[in-house]
């Protein structure tokens, strides 16, 4: 078993998750990298010409964007060091949506970006407008020209997940900042059927001069540096930086992800009471009991009706609820979806943002 590193955490209230995004390792073949003339290797590393122009365009040091979950603090934290924050927003009110956005812009330079997840309506996106939000994206759908129209009017960036080159070509349409390209090794609700390795040069090959960052398991400064050697301006982590100390996730949940091996994770519909999306989480009781079924529908789920878990001020939390266990929970909490990537046996310790930043850019340079 794993020996756990643990720290405080921040505590944030938190009702329901975005499309998770983490980064995987791409076997595709490299590219030619160039240092930038106007940064130190110390700041840069080798970079290929995608991820200068990421870096230039976004105002970063490090070409690694935080996935939504993980909360306000994170975000800011993940700003402050360098690389792009996140956070969702998909089922925030329009009202938390200004307040959120007001503050983070507030403590950040403003590199952060605002997730929200098209399988629901983004009805907080005017006020996050209105708050400055300086980009947008979108998961699990191509948004429509009249989102994309308020966007733009409203000097916002725009982003979107794909997963295949079809799914890429319609993005394109839109002329993104920026796309994200998941494979089925991420966590969270995964958008993806194929792996990162089989989509990745399928989607880069069409991307005409956009940046495309990796997403689907990636979790070390050696991951980031092979995304990029296969072709990507960047990665996307998520499961990684859920096992950090300013990550509103539970002190629980982070101890699982820590515990978690090879061999932990699972790609499944089986959390799907609020959403019926196809997700990777952590194997564990909930899971291997639905499992040993058969994988049962709907209504035919050992324990479904179970409370497991209660948040303050919310309605109890069933058994196969899309909720993860985030700060302010008691139950059963190991029993709720605990998302995670198939990279998460690489994480050992729960480091602050800042501290696993650097160390990501370290193993990046020395890989």
């Not at 943002?353 to 990046?364: S, V």
Request: glycine share 8%; aromatic share 8%; net charge negative.
């Amino acid at each position: 078993m794993k020996s756990i590193k643990f720290g405080n955490t921040s505590r944030r209230k938190f009702i329901k998750t975005g499309a998770a995004i983490t980064v995987g390792v791409a076997t595709t073949p490299a590219c030619t990298l160039e240092s930038s003339p106007d940064r130190s290797k110390k700041e840069r590393g080798e970079l290929n010409e995608a991820s200068k122009k990421l870096l230039d365009h976004f105002n970063l040091k490090y070409p690694i964007f935080q996935a939504a979950p993980g909360g306000e603090a994170l975000a800011v934290a993940v700003a402050n060091s360098g690389a792009m924050g996140a956070v969702s927003l998909t089922w925030e009110t329009p009202e938390n949506a200004f307040d959120l956005v007001t503050r983070i812009k507030d403590t950040t330079n403003g590199n952060f970006y605002a997730n929200y997840v098209l399988d629901s309506e983004p009805e907080s996106l005017d006020m996050a407008l209105e708050a400055g939000c300086p980009i947008v994206q979108f998961s699990w759908g191509i948004p429509n020209r009249d989102l994309v129209s308020r966007i733009r009017s409203a000097g916002a960036r725009l982003g979107i997940q794909v997963a295949s080159r079809l799914n890429a070509e319609r993005a394109l349409e839109l002329n993104p900042d920026f796309m994200i390209c998941q494979g089925m090794e991420a966590g969270g609700h995964v958008q993806a059927a194929s792996s990162l390795s089989d989509t990745l040069q399928e989607v880069l090959e069409v991307a005409e001069g956009v940046p495309v960052l990796a997403a689907g398991g990636v979790t070390t400064g050696h991951d980031v540096r092979q995304a990029l050697v296969a072709g990507a301006a960047g990665a996307v982590m998520g499961t990684r930086f859920m096992a950090t100390m300013e990550s509103d996730a539970h002190d629980i949940y982070k101890e699982n992800l820590v515990r978690a091996g090879e061999h932990s994770t699972a790609y499944t519909i089986c959390f799907n009471n609020e959403w019926n999306g196809t997700h990777r989480v952590l194997r564990n009781r909930t899971f291997l009991e639905w499992e040993a079924a058969g994988c049962p529908q709907t209504g035919k789920r050992p324990g479904e009706n179970d409370v497991i878990a209660k948040y303050p001020g919310y309605e109890p939390t069933l058994r196969y609820s899309i909720e993860p266990p985030l700060q302010g929970y008691k139950g059963a909490l190991d029993e709720m979806a605990m998302y995670a990537g198939q990279g998460v046996q690489k994480i050992d310790d729960l480091p602050s943002a800042h501290e696993l930043i650097d160390r990501l850019w370290k193993e990046f340079e020395n890989s």
